[in-house]
């Protein structure tokens, strides 16, 4: 008897493919094979080339279950040291997020936390985050730097963020946010610290292989435009892509700045203008929206949904999963809360967190169920797209498949701390 062609067939299956002329790309009573990491063969059931149990070593019936391809949380600071929920007493006793920064808090004293951290310790601390993520279906994760802000803290920083990916069996890839908040010890020399940024920890962390893009906070509290171009300048001439937190509270034209770039994102956008819509748009830069930030600090101004439609700008959803203004661990209630807040259709918000948020990083392997992408799929125990995002909490991912396979069947890595 010939060997089965693939390692496993999932049958009677809803499949939300996300292409193709119909709504969501959905194939019912569809099929899916897995084999060797990838999408080996997709479609209508009935139109498989051979009986199921001579196609595939392990077939599933999934009873109509709705597959779709895996999660991607594109823009997440998931690892630091403590947390942050005094502030958020403090601002719903009315204090502002800006007060609050000014004050000491904010950033600044995730970063005393972070730097107080062992690498061991962030690992313990950030690895639960990270499995609450994956058990609501994310299987690809981005991980910012940013709390170190001094170069052995952020090396360890990323160093738990490859870790991560290793002991979970995931895609994560890492953002260097050196351009974060001033330290302390830079209040009266900025100018210092943006040329140790630049030139000193971006080109050590990423000789390391610890960097995949670069990334800056450019904001009235945070960075200027000069000094973002500074830190994009080196980040070309160091081979590494960009994006950006741009107009969040202000308007600083940074969406513009990071699509001059080729940036992959320009994230947050409550203040975009026209003009940056246009930049973005001409660029190919992927709109990344964070509503659990928006739903946080309770913020009023919306980011330009229609505009960026309009303009054809693909528009990607994340958690922005942190300490202090967005402590959220569900990507699939981040979707919901984009239909709710800021008015995406279920179908929008599924795209936002799948094939446009892997845009985002730069990865086009993955985001649609395809023959030949990445096997990066959830099986959910809901039978409709928009359930996705109709159900507020609960624990909606029956299976999740990384590189296909179960990722609650990976066995943890040996390797010591020392070693991540």
């Known amino acids: 008897m010939n060997d089965p062609r693939w390692d496993r067939l999932l049958l009677n299956a809803t499949l939300a493919t996300l292409v193709g002329d119909e709504p969501y790309g959905l194939i019912e009573h569809g099929a899916i094979a897995l084999h060797h990491g990838r999408i080996a063969w997709i479609g209508q059931q009935g139109e498989l080339p051979d009986a199921p149990a001579a196609l595939a070593a392990t077939v599933e019936s999934l009873d109509g279950a709705l597959v779709t391809p895996g999660l991607v949380d594109c823009h997440t600071h998931l690892v630091f040291g403590g947390d942050r929920a005094h502030e958020f007493e403090l601002r719903l006793n009315g204090a502002s997020y800006e007060e609050i920064a000014r004050a000491g808090g904010g950033i600044a004293s995730s970063v005393d936390a972070t730097r107080a951290a062992s690498e061991e310790q962030l690992f313990a601390q950030s690895l639960p985050r990270a499995r609450a993520l994956l058990a609501d279906g994310v299987t690809t994760l981005e991980i910012k730097s940013g709390y170190g802000l001094e170069l052995e803290s952020e090396r360890r920083m990323l160093r738990v963020a490859r870790r991560l ?26 100018d210092d610290y943006v040329a140790l940024a630049c030139d000193a920890m971006l080109p050590a962390l990423a000789a390391e292989g610890l960097v995949d893009a670069v990334d800056a906070f450019c904001e009235g509290i945070g960075f200027s435009r000069e000094e973002t171009r500074r830190m994009f300048e080196r980040a070309k001439q160091l081979g590494l892509p960009v994006k950006l937190h741009a107009e969040q509270l202000s308007d600083l034209d940074g969406a513009a700045l990071v699509a001059e770039f080729g940036g992959l994102s320009a994230d947050h956008l409550e203040h975009l203008s026209e003009a940056g819509v246009r930049a973005m748009a001409s660029a190919g830069t992927v709109a990344v929206l964070l509503p659990g930030a928006f739903y946080a600090l309770r913020e009023t101004q919306l980011p330009p949904v229609a505009a960026l439609r309009e303009q054809g700008v693909p528009i990607a959803i994340a958690t922005d999963c942190n300490p ?23 179908e929008e918000a599924l795209r936002g967190v799948t094939v446009n948020a892997a845009r985002a990083l730069g990865l086009r392997d993955r985001g649609t169920l395809v023959a030949g992408q990445r096997a990066d799929l959830v099986v959910w125990s809901v039978r409709r797209p928009a359930e996705l995002c109709y159900w507020i909490g609960g624990g909606l991912a029956r299976s999740v498949y990384a590189a296909g396979e179960p990722i609650s069947r990976r066995k943890p890595s040996r390797r010591s701390p020392s070693a991540a």
């Open 165 to 190: 990916g290793r002991e979970l069996g995931i895609t994560v890839r890492t953002s260097f946010l050196g351009l974060h908040a001033l330290p302390p010890e830079y209040k009266d020399r900025r």
């Open 324 to 346: 202090g203004t967005s402590p959220l661990l569900s990507l699939r209630l981040a979707a919901g809360m984009a239909c709710t807040l800021f008015r995406l259709t279920p």
